[in-house]
Nanobody, 126 residues
C-alpha cells in the first residue's frame, strides 16, 4: 500500500522551531520529487518547499526562504522540513506530496503530485 505520513506538527510560540517528517511506505522516496505544501483556513493550498529526485536540489517559497530547510534521509525513507523562526502566518495544515513524473523543482503545481499525506497541523501562537 502506497502511503505518505506526516508528523511533527504542533503548537509553538513565534520564533520557535518545529521539524516535520514525511515518511513513505510502499515506495522509495528517493525516486520521487517531494513537495511540502500548506493550507491555512480559507486559503488555497500553497507550495512551501521542494526537493528533487536524484541530485536532491531544493527550492523554497519566498515566504519561507532562509527559515525553512528541506532534506532527505534515504535510509529512513523520510523527507524532513525543518522550520525555524516561525511566525503566526506560518499557521496551517502542512502536507507532503510525491511525484515520480517530474524531476526538478519548478513551481508548485499540486496537480503534478500523485501521492499526498493526510497533513499535520502547525499552529504558531503566543
Amino acid at each position: 500500500q502506497v502511503q505518505l505520513v506526516e508528523s511533527g506538527g504542533g503548537l509553538v510560540q513565534p520564533g520557535g522551531s518545529l521539524r516535520l517528517s514525511c515518511t513513505a511506505s510502499g515506495f522509495t522516496l528517493d525516486y520521487y520529487r517531494i513537495g511540502w505544501f500548506r493550507q491555512a483556513p480559507g486559503k488555497e493550498r500553497e507550495g512551501v518547499s521542494c526537493i528533487s529526485k536524484g541530485d536532491g536540489s531544493t527550492s523554497y517559497a519566498d515566504s519561507v526562504k532562509g527559515r525553512f530547510t528541506i532534506s532527505r534521509d534515504n535510509a529512513k525513507n523520510t523527507v524532513y522540513l525543518q522550520m525555524n523562526s516561525l511566525k503566526p502566518e506560518d499557521t496551517a495544515v502542512y502536507y507532503c506530496a510525491a511525484t515520480a513524473g517530474y524531476y526538478y523543482c519548478a513551481g508548485y503545481d499540486v496537480y503534478e503530485y500523485e501521492y499526498w499525506g493526510q497533513g499535520t497541523q502547525v499552529t504558531v501562537s503566543s
